[in-house]
């Protein structure tokens, strides 16, 4: 069910910002950064619309890039876990 | 000082589980088997109520239990117990209870699932405990699995429809099942079953939910206070307990005499009753306990719940020592930064100072200096209260008085402390409720004032949001040296005439300040060189002379020049002022109404000074003073303008009073045609909407393009009359002054006053309720004209007529309670909000986290800046950066 391409591309909606998962190397350097474990991020579930869209698995990090009218890019993480069904 | 020392423990975690019938026995001091409390000659009665072997709460007696007093060894006091005749259902495990019954098979006690949903159940169970997930979602799962089964598939019993009645009446079938009944079903349930049904088998076992045996709390829980009458009265929890045991009693005599079912059942109920109260007597479906004056019993729930238990009133909130509350009133002589505090309060109040080789002789001094005797009675003398001497761990406080003063300086040590009365120049936290921002709470320096109120300076109250109609405030007074020196860095007025919601000011003038400013620097303005000095002699003017002009032979000074003394040397600045007039084509620098300001090099050359120069929220000159010069020279700018404008407008004289709406004749029958003339249009706009011949607008019905139609010629009719009174109230008005320069009311307010009130409207539209078919029996049935539905075609000067000040009312009405209930929701959502973002901060590396650690942003607001620091929400003002480097700063 990860990548089943509707006709509505749901990444292409204005409300909708930019989904990434990260590689392995950012990964760690993430963590390093923040000094943390990875559960002390911000959650995404893995039945997130955009979780499944991206075929995002649960333990992986998404980098959120979202327009912000001030700093003009915000950039965020969040961890992906599984949902209780 | 001392200091405790910090715990660094972290708590694991914290179970609730049951007591059980045996443990409450165990540690229960003393049966309790009388309902009496007090014997005729006073002695608690042996097995009573107030059994000495509960504990004690009188000094000097000893508990009969534990041997201790309630002083300094302090009995803690002990638990008794009832018995009680027959089971009773505890009212807050019901629902439990109740999934457990639906669970679980009659006959047999297991849960109703196949083998096979059990195994998965129980493996699913495993993984999420081990996972550290929430297992609230599967177990919810279990019972619903449970309730589908028809039959047991360990024994075959049918299973029966388990319905609960509210509060604490449980039937299957249809028939009621009593709590002797649950209990033997319940019992039948095997401890393998219970982690699914949410329930820990190693505290925990579901017969328990039913009470076999009442603890009863100690007498330290529930004390008796003797009324100066030598009555005693006894704690609530007492009089519901003193009810548990008599029907208990008569339960149990008449069971053991063999009564008729019918009447056991009865007394079974009403101790059911008793129990359910005892524990919360706000339980929905049964009537509240009361007490003989009708007033509703305070039982265990209620000590615990809501604002006025245990947890908002005495663990999150707590009463403090060394503060102060009384009625507020201005003082536009003090500073922003100072609050005048009543010599009565400035007496009680004191501070803690350590006596040490440098202040010895000062500490004496203070000690004796209250009672030498000054000539100066209008003058404060702060003096000391009480002197703490610490000899050997031992402390002792001395009270001075007039008698001992001179003794107890002679004798004071160092290493003792004094605790010394108010004096001048403290510092304060001052506070007025509801505290809905920071700057509700704000540090003042006091200055000791006589009579009996709190002064502070108007400019303060736009962040306190108070009034002076009889608005109180609190005060407290700081007591250590850290918390004195954060208070002044944080706390401070001055610190947070920016506010960090809006990034502006939010200290700044209002009211008088506004109108002074507008009188001093509107219309070239000049002043005779005798009241300039008065006026400059208010902010202690000693700068270089004036450039005077000489006309008829007297020397004047613009009054622009006059309030240019306010402005840094460097302040350079051009703004609309809120007096503009927003011209079709603003000629904005040479605008006729003089509302564009210029100040050059510290100089105003042109415009009027008012809100949008240095009122609160507004104030352009404000803003860019505090932002190039700091907040000291902001703080100083706030004294000096409020001083000289208040000094100005006192010089000049100000007065409004009700003819200032008055208009000429001609005027008012202009207004009076142009009404007719739309009532006659709104009448045109129903006949032909009766006739069947408006047209309605693109998605509306005929009756709301009706209704929009009318609501556009009302809109418009008192608009016609504001502008008409409007004209004929010209700028020497003092009402229009304050209107236009921002200081109080609004032109609506004004052509509402002198030219037309206009449409009244509930919930957005013209007024439709009342009568069948009609607002009032005034009108026609089913009339749809201006006047039958809210229309208010007078002023308020020329007064309304009967129906016009009914509808008013009602529109007037819808706006109280509107406020009303705004309020009370938004003060829950913020408490809320409050309570689930207490503990968020950002760390030393920029991120956002709560207590536990979890990140909430990675920069604050996701663009790291301060609101307070920034422009009006925006992170530069390019604006001001452009027209700087133009000139070439
Ligand atoms: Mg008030
Ligand atoms: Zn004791
Ligand atoms: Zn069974
Ligand atoms: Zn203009």
Redesign the interface.
């Known amino acids: 069910m990860a990548t089943e391409k509707k006709h509505f591309n749901i990444m292409n909606h204005k409300l909708v910002p930019f989904h990434m998962i990260i590689s392995e190397k950012e990964r760690e350097e993430l963590l390093k950064k ?3 474990e990875p559960n ?3 959650k995404i579930l893995d039945t997130d619309p955009v979780s499944i869209y991206i075929g995002a698995k649960p333990g992986q990090i998404l980098k959120i890039i ?1 327009e ?1 009218h ?2 003009k890019e ?4 969040r961890l992906v876990v599984e949902s ?2 | 000082m001392e200091r405790a020392r910090s715990v660094t423990k972290k708590i694991g975690k914290i179970e609730f589980s049951l007591l059980s019938p045996n443990e409450i026995r165990k540690m229960s001091a003393t049966k309790v088997i009388t309902a009496d409390t007090y014997d005729d000659d006073g002695f608690p009665i042996a097995m009573g109520l107030m059994d000495p072997r509960l504990g004690v709460i009188e000094p000097g007696l000893r508990c009969k239990t534990c041997g201790q007093r309630v002083g300094k060894d302090k009995c803690p006091g002990h638990f008794g117990h009832i018995d009680l005749a027959m089971p009773v259902i505890h009212v807050g495990l019901i629902k439990t209870i109740r999934n457990c019954l639906r669970s679980t098979c009659r006959e047999c006690g297991h849960l109703l699932l196949t083998d096979k949903q059990r195994e998965e159940y129980f493996k699913e169970l495993k993984r999420y405990n081990q996972e550290g ?2 297992t609230t ?2 177990l919810k799962q279990v019972i619903k699995d449970c309730v589908k089964a028809e039959k047991c598939t360990r024994c075959g019993r049918e299973v029966g429809k388990i319905e609960l009645d509210k509060p604490t009446s449980l039937r299957e079938n249809g028939k009621k099942l009593t709590p002797s009944e649950v209990r033997e079903w319940l019992e039948k349930i095997p401890d393998e079953a219970l982690p699914l049904l949410d329930i820990n088998k190693k505290s925990a076992r579901p017969e328990w939910m039913i009470l076999t045996v009442l603890p009863v709390p100690s007498v330290a829980v529930r004390p008796s206070v003797t009324l100066q009458s030598g009555e005693r009265s006894e704690d609530d929890l007492t009089h519901k307990l003193v009810d548990v045991i008599r029907i208990n009693q008569r339960l149990q005599e008449n069971r053991d005499a063999g009564a008729p079912q019918l009447i056991v059942e009865d007394l079974w109920e009403l101790l059911q009753y008793h129990i359910t109260t005892y524990l919360d007597n706000q339980t929905s479906g049964i009537p509240p306990a009361r007490h003989r004056s009708g007033r509703p019993l305070k039982t265990l729930a209620q000590r615990l719940k809501g604002k006025e238990g245990r947890f908002r009133s005495n663990l999150s909130g707590k009463r403090v020592n060394f503060s102060a509350r009384t009625v507020i009133s201005p003082d536009p002589n003090l500073s922003i930064n100072e609050l005048g505090v009543p010599i009565r309060m400035a007496e009680e109040l004191t501070v803690p100072v350590k006596v040490t080789s440098h202040n010895i002789d000062w500490c004496k001094q203070m000690i004796k200096q209250k009672y030498l005797g000054s000539d100066d009675h209008a003058e404060y003398i702060p003096g000391v209260n009480y002197v703490v001497r610490e000899t050997d761990g031992m402390r002792r406080r001395i009270k001075v008085t007039e008698k001992n003063a001179e003794d107890v300086a002679e004798k004071l040590e160092i290493g003792s402390s004094i605790e010394r009365q108010l004096m001048n120049g403290d510092i304060a936290l001052f506070n007025r409720q509801p505290s809905l921002h920071r700057m509700s709470m704000m540090a003042h320096r006091v200055k000791v004032v006589p009579d009996k109120t709190f002064r502070f300076n108007l400019c303060v109250c736009p962040p306190y949001n108070a009034d002076f109609d009889g608005d109180e405030m609190n005060l407290h007074l700081i007591q250590g040296e850290e918390a004195k020196a954060e208070a002044e860095i944080l706390m401070k007025v001055q610190e947070n005439i920016l506010s960090p919601r809006f990034g502006g000011a939010i200290i700044g003038g209002i009211h008088d300040h506004i109108s002074g400013c507008f009188l001093l620097t509107h219309k070239d303005r000049k002043i005779p060189l005798d009241d300039a000095s008065h006026i400059l002699a208010a902010i202690n003017y000693d700068g270089k002379n004036f450039k005077t002009f000489t006309e008829d032979g007297k020397k004047y000074i613009s009054g622009k020049d006059v309030f240019s003394t306010l402005l840094p040397k460097s302040l350079n600045l051009e703004y609309k002022a809120k007096a503009c007039f927003n011209c079709d084509t603003c000629q904005a620098p040479n605008c006729p109404h003089n509302a564009y300001v210029i100040v050059k090099n510290g100089v105003l050359k042109q415009g009027i000074i008012d809100e949008n120069g240095i009122g609160a929220f507004k104030g352009k000159i404000l803003d860019r003073i505090i932002r190039d010069h700091g907040m000291d020279a902001g703080r100083e700018f706030i004294d000096n303008f409020t001083k000289l404008a208040i000094a100005s407008i006192t010089l000049f004289g100000f007065t409004t009073s009700i003819d200032d709406e008055d208009i000429p004749d001609e005027a008012k029958k202009q207004i009076a045609e142009g009404i007719g003339k739309a009532l006659k249009k709104i009448s045109g706009l129903v006949k032909a909407y009766e006739a069947g011949e408006l047209e309605s607008l693109p998605g509306r019905s005929l009756e709301e393009t009706l209704e929009m139609e009318i609501m556009k010629v009302t809109g418009k009719t008192r608009d016609m009359a504001g502008e008409i009174a409007g004209s004929h109230l010209g700028m020497d008005n003092s009402a229009v002054m304050m209107a236009k320069s921002g200081a109080r009311g609004s032109m609506l307010n004004l052509s509402q006053m002198s030219g037309c009130v206009g449409q009244q409207a509930v919930r957005g539209e013209r007024i439709s309720r009342g009568y069948q078919y009609r607002t009032l029996p005034h009108f026609k049935r089913g009339d749809l004209g201006a006047s039958a539905k809210g229309f208010v075609a007078s002023c308020y000067k020329s007064g309304l007529s009967p129906t016009e000040y009914f509808f008013h009312s009602m529109g007037g009405r819808e706006g109280l309670v509107d406020t009303a209930v705004r309020t009370s929701r938004s003060g829950y959502m913020q408490r809320r909000l409050i309570n689930a973002l207490e503990d968020v901060k950002v760390e030393n ?1 920029g ?1 956002v ?1 709560h207590a536990g ?7 604050y ?5 301060d609101p307070t620091r920034s422009m009006g ?3 530069v003002d390019i604006d001001r950066i452009i027209s700087d480097v133009k000139e070439g700063v």
Not at chain 2, 861 to 865: A, P, S, V, Y
């Open positions: 923040y000094n943390i002390r991020l911000p979202r912000s001030t700093a915000a950039v965020s993480y209780n069904k | 997930r929430n979602y599967l590396d991120t986290r650690g979890q990140i909430i942003q990675f920069i607001g996701e663009d790291g800046i929400g925006n992170a």
